[in-house]
């Protein structure tokens, strides 16, 4: 197991942009496929993204494609979630996840065995 912690969340305009990191603590992440899932108020925690060990292979949620990037720097141990032209309906808690058996960027939230505990992200109309 391993915290992981994210950072860059906050309330912004629709059509605006945030960028969400993540990083690991104590330890590298250099190895491990990680993701971005988001829980909006009642409803289930979804997928958002997921990126390979390398950054070589990207999975996105349908809803994010186009406007959602995610990326890494093994250097810096960090992941990013970069966010554009933000929606109201993308307002959640979203979470980093790692996966430490596995290379595939699985959407699935069982892949994930490791988690942080969430920033939030609000667009206002």
């Known amino acids: 197991q391993v915290q992981l912690v994210e950072s860059g969340g906050g309330f912004v305009q629709a059509g605006e942009s945030l960028r969400l990191s993540c990083a690991p603590s104590g330890r590298t992440s250099s190895g491990w496929t990680m993701g971005w899932f988001r829980q909006a108020p009642g409803k289930e925690r979804e997928f958002v993204a997921a990126i390979s060990y390398n950054g070589g292979r990207t999975n996105y949620a349908d809803s994010v494609k186009g406007r959602f990037t995610i990326s890494r720097d093994n250097a810096k141990n960090t992941m990013y979630l970069q966010m554009n032209s933000l929606k109201p309906e993308d307002t959640a808690v979203y979470y980093c996840?790692?996966?430490?058996?596995?290379?595939?960027?699985?959407?699935?939230?069982?892949?994930?065995?490791?988690w942080g505990r969430g920033t939030q992200v609000t667009v206002s109309s």
């Open positions: 996840s790692a996966r430490s058996l596995g290379s595939s960027p699985l959407s699935a939230s069982t892949a994930y065995d490791n």
